[in-house]
């Protein structure tokens, strides 16, 4: 496994001494796509939780 998938970014970053100045999280539930159901070996059209995060590290302008 690769640094993030055993640390987490949020702890990447901060061992980098970078810090998120705003961040901002949605989350909605959808039915899984044929290549989602496969790759998560359920059916398709199941549901999910997408989760979707943007952080800024520096200055941004985030839309609502």
């Known amino acids: 496994l690769g640094a993030l998938e055993q640390t987490g ?3 990447l970053l901060a061992q980098a001494g970078v ?19 496969a790759l998560l070996e ?6 999910l939780l997408h989760i979707r ?9 985030l839309r609502t």
């Open 53 to 61: 995060t943007y952080i800024c590290l520096i200055f941004c302008v």
């Open 19 to 37: 810090s998120p100045r705003v961040a901002r999280q949605s989350v909605t539930a959808r039915s899984a796509s044929d290549e989602e159901a």
């Open 9 to 11: 970014l949020y702890r």
């Open 42 to 47: 359920m059916a398709a059209g199941a549901a």
